[in-house]
């Protein structure tokens, strides 16, 4: 493990909200299944229907995410996401194809989380794979209930 990536995990641990409720002992054992990644402007996460199964924290930059249309070739940005957010979530806790594409518009830092890793932390620790669900779960939740704000906004 490398000092970097646990002092990445440590800063977030400070100012982002969806590791507020790790303890340094948490850290300590989560930064080993976190992997860094850069993602250059105009690149792609991942396409919507793609079946990659990981989670991706910004410590960096911005990830717009769209959803495929009716209309050929057409998508409509469903969320715009920058420092301290989570993506792709929902592939992670319900083992489907990615609903929606993730396109970087700002160079990011990434710390990933793959499907894999987080089943090991569940199998070998699972107090802390239930907190690293309810995060999960927490912001899947704050999410859902903003898409709702919005839909009523529109009516």
Same mark, same amino acid.
Not at 25 to 50: M, N
Not at 57 to 69: C, D, L, M, P, Q
């Given at each position: 493990?490398? !000092?970097? &990536?646990? /002092?990445? =995990?440590?800063?977030?641990?400070?100012?982002?909200?969806?590791?507020?409720?790790?303890?340094?002992?948490?850290?300590?054992?989560?930064?080993?299944?976190?992997? =860094? @990644?850069?993602?250059?402007? %105009?690149?792609?996460?991942?396409?919507? %229907? !793609?079946?990659?199964?990981?989670?991706?924290?910004?410590?960096? +930059? @911005?990830?717009?995410? &769209?959803?495929?249309?009716?209309?050929?070739?057409?998508?409509?940005?469903?969320?715009?996401? %920058?420092? +301290?957010?989570?993506?792709?979530?929902?592939?992670?806790?319900?083992?489907?194809?990615?609903?929606? *594409?993730?396109?970087?518009?700002?160079?990011? !830092?990434?710390?990933?989380?793959? @499907?894999?890793?987080?089943?090991?932390?569940?199998?070998?620790?699972?107090?802390? %794979? *239930?907190?690293?669900?309810?995060?999960?779960?927490?912001?899947? /939740?704050? &999410?859902?209930?903003?898409?709702? !704000?919005?839909?009523?906004?529109?009516?």
């Amino acid at each position: 493990m490398t !000092d970097s &990536r646990q /002092s990445i =995990c440590r800063r977030m641990k400070r100012n982002f909200q969806f590791f507020s409720f790790l303890n340094d002992q948490d850290i300590e054992v989560l930064s080993p299944f976190f992997h =860094c @990644r850069q993602a250059p402007a %105009g690149s792609i996460l991942w396409k919507e %229907g !793609d079946e990659e199964d990981y989670v991706a924290f910004i410590i960096s +930059g @911005r990830i717009e995410v &769209r959803k495929a249309t009716e209309f050929k070739e057409k998508q409509v940005v469903v969320g715009l996401y %920058g420092k +301290g957010s989570i993506v792709g979530e929902l592939c992670i806790l319900n083992n489907v194809q990615r609903a929606v *594409s993730a396109v970087v518009i700002e160079a990011a !830092d990434l710390l990933t989380l793959d @499907r894999e890793d987080l089943e090991t932390i569940i199998r070998e620790n699972p107090e802390l %794979g *239930s907190k690293l669900l309810k995060g999960m779960l927490a912001a899947v /939740s704050l &999410r859902l209930r903003k898409s709702f !704000d919005r839909l009523a906004s529109i009516f």
